[in-house]
């Protein structure tokens, strides 16, 4: 794959910032989108625009075929066994909420044990945090080695009989450390508990085999994978995700009503009351597209080598810390200048067009791990080159310059 010539696809990324062209290195936070997905949801509003699954009329029917037409792509993406165990969602965050609310609240009872990592989003920590105080049970971590990963020994000992949910994160978004989910798995599923895992940060990136993986629930956001703001995605084990009860009730999920009783859809429909997200579907199935097209294997092989070279350029700046494993780590590099506070390094970069984040990324308990109140990051795609990397380089050196006072 050539970055250059995908950047050429995506039409934001040829506008200047502040009289330079833009460097985006902020995907870890959302993707941009190419014109084949800005083109999809256009056309739907422009030629397919209505309500699904309700109507027989000519736009009805194409758009219930493009909504789930969708669902389909994404099973097969993540190879899932069928279509049925795909629920559409808001997004990662609301996926793992209804895990939380719907699953969780329902079978833990007192005594019983949520194993989680202090490397978890907020999204795959308070909504446990939530659960274990409406049920009783007990939240316990696995510990994160010097470097930010786990150690399998960790795991083991941590998951016990009364272990009844490991809700872990594929890719950390601010350690890039790539957990290993397959032999997580294995543990908690020997042990009698089910595995959670937040999947925002490796759908994009890596080539992801539910199967394979052997995870009962799965969750991640099309719009850090170049779909719409909007859209998610929740895959459950069949069996599981019949026992689960809804989170939200109304008109679409339901089978039969009565005055004071009623039924529900099967699935996948039993989780997805009201009018869907439609226009977001369709631009999630267009994402699926492209990324297929260019390859889920070559984009993480050139996010590796990127990483990589991005990790000789900025370690040779003094004063730059880096967080993370030095190898085998997803495609971001998480640092602090010095004693600059992130947020000034952020805006000394968007003064020369480059776009990083700043702040604790919604992982506060992992910045108090790190010992530190925040940090800038930079994350990279498919469309992300060397030169992007040195524009970034190049701009913390004078960045430096600027505050040297602070530097020691």
Request: proline share 4%; net charge negative.
């Amino acid at each position: 794959m050539d970055p250059n010539l995908l950047k050429a696809e995506f039409p934001i990324l040829g506008q200047e910032i502040n009289g330079y062209p833009l460097v985006y290195l902020d995907n870890a936070a959302t993707t941009q989108k190419p014109s084949s997905v800005i083109n999809a949801i256009k056309r739907y509003y422009e030629w397919d625009n209505a309500n699904v699954h309700r109507g027989v009329h000519t736009l009805g029917s194409r758009a219930t075929d493009a909504y789930e037409g969708a669902r389909e792509k994404v099973a097969r993406f993540l190879n899932a066994a069928n279509s049925r165990q795909i629920i559409f969602t808001r997004g990662t965050t609301a996926a793992l909420n209804m895990v939380a609310s719907g699953y969780a609240r329902q079978t833990l009872r007192e005594g019983d044990e949520i194993v989680i990592t202090p490397m978890e989003h907020h999204s795959n920590l308070i909504p446990w945090q939530q659960a274990a105080k409406a049920t009783g049970a007990t939240l316990k971590y696995i510990p994160l080695q010097p470097d930010g990963t786990i150690a399998l020994a960790d795991v083991e000992s941590t998951i016990t009989e009364n272990t009844k949910i490991v809700a872990v994160t594929y890719v950390s978004n601010v350690l890039g450390t790539v957990n290993p989910i397959a032999r997580i798995a294995e543990i908690a599923h020997r042990k009698g508990a089910v595995i959670v895992v937040d999947g925002a940060q490796s759908t994009p990136h890596l080539k992801v085999d539910v199967q394979a993986l052997d995870v009962d629930f799965y969750a991640f956001s099309g719009h850090k994978m170049c779909a719409a703001t909007g859209i998610g995605v929740l895959y459950g084990k069949a069996p599981l995700l019949e026992r689960m009860e809804p989170v939200e009730f109304g008109g679409e999920m339901i089978d039969f009503v009565d005055l004071y009783e009623s039924t529900w859809k099967e699935l996948p429909w039993k989780f997805e009351g009201g009018t869907p997200i439609i226009a977001g579907a369709v631009s999630l199935g267009a994402a699926i597209d492209f990324l297929e097209q260019v390859g889920l294997h070559n984009i993480d092989a050139h996010e590796k080598k990127l990483t990589q070279y991005a990790i000789e350029r900025l370690s040779a700046i003094e004063g730059l810390t880096i967080y993370g494993p030095r190898e085998e780590r997803a495609g971001l590099v998480t640092f602090n200048l010095g004693d600059v506070h992130p947020h000034d390094v952020a805006t000394v970069l968007d003064t020369k067009g480059i776009a990083v984040r700043a702040g604790h990324h919604c992982c506060q308990p992992l910045m108090r791990w790190l010992n530190v109140s925040a940090t800038a990051r930079a994350s990279f795609y498919l469309y992300n080159t060397e030169q992007d990397v040195d524009r970034l380089a190049d701009a913390l050196v004078e960045t430096k310059e600027f505050f040297g006072y602070a530097i020691g």
